[in-house]
């Protein structure tokens, strides 16, 4: 599986606009049955998480992450109007448009981050759906990779923010993607 690519925004101010996004491209195949797989709830790992109520089987797909469609400049012009720094649920499409899961979304948006993640984001037809690329228990928490890109003048210290606490046995220390990784391990072997 290759790890998702991310965009940013632009013009957010002190609030980063940081999104993940789909990398495998997919014509959607079929709908999704209307039975409940998933719950949100408090996680271990950070904040909210999504839970499987049921098994669920590798390659199925599990639901569809949702929220208003729109650029990248009007979803940083948003998060900038608002007064406290918290969540950004932005997943970014390959034409350059972004859902905002913050904005009509559902519960994918609390999706949290794994190194070794049990699902994957495909993109289809201007939607992006969560499918599992294993087998998952029920009660177990579903992660995506976020590999995460942020703009390139981004500060050592604004790229501790991006620390995994997956706590997986391949943890790369960072929610970032391999080349902000790499980054960050050049830093930190220098200092």
């Not at 599990?62 to 208003?68: C, M, Q």
């Not at 003048?153 to 991006?162: A, G, P, R, V």
Request: charged share 25%; hydrophobic share 35%.
């Amino acid at each position: 599986m290759q790890p998702p690519m991310s965009r940013t925004g632009e013009g957010a101010g002190r609030h980063m606009c940081v999104a993940f996004s789909a990398a495998i491209l997919r014509p959607p195949s079929f709908h999704l049955p209307s039975m409940k797989r998933v719950s949100v709830r408090r996680s271990p790992i950070h904040g909210k998480g999504v839970f499987a109520l049921r098994p669920l089987s590798r390659g199925e797909r599990v639901f569809e992450y949702r929220g208003l469609v729109t650029t990248w400049r009007e979803a940083s012009r948003h998060y900038a109007r608002r007064d406290e720094e918290s969540h950004t649920f932005l997943f970014g499409l390959s034409d350059g448009r972004v859902i905002d899961g913050g904005r009509g979304g559902n519960g994918a948006r609390w999706l949290n981050h794994a190194c070794s993640a049990n699902c994957e984001a495909v993109e289809g037809a201007d939607r992006v759906y969560i499918e599992a690329i294993r087998n998952i228990a029920p009660g177990e928490e579903l992660f995506i990779d976020y590999a995460l890109e942020v703009p390139p003048k981004t500060s050592q210290k604004s790229l501790s923010d991006y620390a995994c606490r997956c706590g997986t046995r391949r943890c790369r220390g960072t929610m970032l993607g391999r080349a902000w990784r790499d980054r960050v391990r050049a830093v930190d072997r220098s200092a």
